[in-house]
């Protein structure tokens, strides 16, 4: 078993050699530069090559519309943002400081994972391969579930660029890729169904924020509700999606708030506490 831990990329592990490290930062560091560059190139860009129907991410998402589509101005920001916060999170591999290298090697195999899943997903989605598409995902929702619930305590330059933000994504990319992956997409059978899934993003969102006190899931969740909610008020005001986008967005964002406050205030408390008693811990 021992052995079995050693060799397993994905053990839990309190601290990491230095070829461990090392490798860390370079596949980090290359597997991100590749899911940012896809996501970029792909947004801007089609795919040029075979003989399938291939359009930029944002042509597929219009014109396969759903009751899960998205407004992709909100999502490019949530993108945007997400990616920033993730190279903030590759520098600690770099840092000076063991503890922060260990924290950040301890995510780095399902990070990296991820990165991969996330190409893969791009490559797939582009090129009008949905139902590969939404194996990726479910794929990568496993491998960021199994991230989240090992590592959900490590500090939040950690959890939410490699653990909260990715996840909130992936579940909600699982309704989108899926609502554009079956048939009929407009028919008032799919937009039903649509009616009653959508509840399923406050209830994942309450999830994490009741059990887990975890604000970084709440807001993640809020913004991609707004997205959905924006593109679905600007296709079909008249339309229930809408409306429960938006509901789903003001729940999570006010009970993110509340949980938000009081865990940044004592957080704060706290290391005003220790830089009060360090001199007096230093007296010999």
């Known amino acids: 078993m021992n052995r079995l831990n050693h060799i397993n990329p994905f053990a839990k592990r309190d601290s990491h050699s230095a070829n461990s490290v090392i490798t860390y930062k370079v596949l980090t560091l290359v597997t991100w530069l590749l ?38 101005v909100i999502t490019d920001i ?29 995510v780095g195999s399902h990070f990296i994972f991820n990165n991969l899943l ?36 490590y500090p939040r330059f950690i959890h939410l660029p490699a653990v909260s933000g990715p996840l909130a994504w992936t579940f909600v990319a699982i309704y989108w890729n899926g609502a554009i992956m079956i048939p009929y997409q407009g028919s008032l059978v799919a937009r039903v169904f649509a009616n009653i899934f959508i509840w399923s993003i406050l209830v994942f969102g309450m999830f994490f924020i009741v059990i887990y ?27 229930f999606q809408w409306i429960f986008a938006f509901t789903i ?24 506490a220790d830089t009060e008693r360090a001199p007096l811990l230093a007296d010999p």
């Open 35 to 72: 899911s940012l560059i896809t996501t970029i190139y792909y947004t801007y860009d089609a795919p040029h090559d075979g003989h399938y129907v291939r359009r930029k991410i944002w042509e597929q998402n219009y014109f396969y519309f759903s009751g899960f589509t998205l407004n992709s």
């Open 213 to 239: 006190k975890d604000y970084t899931m709440g807001f993640n969740l809020s913004v991609l509700a707004a997205s959905l909610g924006v593109a679905q008020f600007f296709s079909k005001i008249i339309a």
């Open 78 to 106: 949530y993108w945007l943002v997400l990616f920033i916060l993730q190279l903030v999170y590759i520098t600690h591999l770099f840092s000076t400081k063991v503890e922060t290298v260990n924290a950040a090697c301890s």
């Open 118 to 153: 996330h190409f893969a997903f791009v490559m797939l989605f582009v090129r009008s391969h949905f139902v590969w598409a939404e194996v990726i995902l479910v794929i990568n929702f496993f491998n960021l579930t199994a991230l989240y619930f090992r590592h959900n305590t």
């Open 249 to 272: 967005m003001a729940v999570l964002f006010v009970l993110s708030f509340i949980v938000a406050v009081p865990a940044l205030t004592t957080r704060k408390d706290r290391s005003a």
